[in-house]
């Protein structure tokens, strides 16, 4: 079992400097964790869908930008909706794992952990897309607790995780992970760790990776925490959802602070995206890899 982190430092080549990454992870409004007390799982299949609305605006923004992106896909989603993995797939666009159906890695164990990756890996593939080599967690849940899961992931060959988030943070992270692409050695072998984006301030890894925070943060300031990153010689790396994508979606009763995580700044996401999109190059985790050298 792997207890610690062992990394290697990045690797930024200059020539690759300005190339970025950006994901999305494709699951329903209705399957995250800040919705959990509304929606329990039995009540899923009966709740209607809205991810088109968001599949399609993201879709559309990257074709217009010509940019690439990597979409996790959640294996349930995948099982119900073959033709977006094959929309992702002509598209130009990398799809990877997000687990079957959302569940922390805090209530899975390694046997749980590989059947749940198991099953994902049979629906990404009977979609069309090859298996699955990447992978991230739900609710960036691989901790220091949780650690046990690199094992898994290695074991079953896997080559990349985007699942730590260096940042101190009550629920998930890694405060003191190396905050740019890393080398996680294992007695079965070694895989590739690409945190999303944080900027270091105070003596901290501020989080500017995307999802909430892309929400939170005005459009420039976003923008300027890429420039600065890239600027280094690093790429950054960028996340967001298809549900926040979707303004117009239902309002339910959850806890304050959990309704402004999910329903903030919503009608502004697609206008930020395209604002980025057209001063950065993006592409895929896997191919930012790949060009760096790492895979």
């Not at 952990?113 to 990447?134: F, M, N, Q, S, Y």
């Not at 070694?190 to 005005?218: H, Q």
């Not at 976003?222 to 239902?250: C, S």
């Amino acid at each position: 079992m792997t207890s610690e982190p062992s990394t290697t430092n990045a690797m930024t080549p200059a020539d690759t400097a300005t190339l970025s990454a950006i994901s999305f992870d494709v699951e329903e409004f209705f399957q995250v964790a800040n919705l959990r007390g509304h929606y329990a799982r039995e009540d899923w299949e009966g709740v209607d869908s809205r991810i088109d609305r968001g599949m399609d605006a993201i879709l559309g923004c990257l074709a217009k930008r010509g940019a690439r992106a990597t979409f996790f896909f959640l294996g349930w989603v995948a099982e119900r909706r073959p033709d977006l993995v094959r929309a992702c797939l002509d598209g130009g666009h990398e799809v990877q794992s997000h687990g079957y159906e959302h569940t922390f890695l805090f209530d899975l164990d390694a046997a749980a952990l590989h059947a749940d990756l198991a099953r994902t890996e049979e629906a990404i593939v009977a979609a069309g897309a090859p298996r699955p080599t990447g992978f991230r967690a739900s609710t960036f849940t691989l901790t220091r607790e949780t650690f046990w899961a690199v094992d898994v992931l290695v074991e079953r060959g896997y080559r990349y995780d985007s699942s730590i988030h260096p940042i101190a943070h009550p629920t998930y992270g890694i405060e003191d992970f190396e905050p740019g692409i890393s080398r996680i050695e294992t007695e079965h072998g070694s895989i590739v760790e690409f945190p999303v984006s944080t900027l270091r301030a105070a003596g901290r890894n501020l989080p500017v990776g995307g999802g909430g925070y892309f929400r939170l943060l005005p459009g420039w300031a976003t923008r300027m925490a890429v420039r600065r990153i890239t600027k280094g010689g690093d790429p950054a790396n960028l996340y967001l959802h298809p549900w926040e994508f979707d303004p117009e979606q239902p309002r339910v009763p959850a806890p304050a602070l959990k309704r402004l995580r999910h329903y903030l700044n919503l009608d502004r996401t697609l206008d930020r995206l395209d604002a980025l999109l057209a001063r950065q190059r993006f592409a895929g985790l896997g191919e930012v890899l790949t060009e760096r050298g790492w895979l």
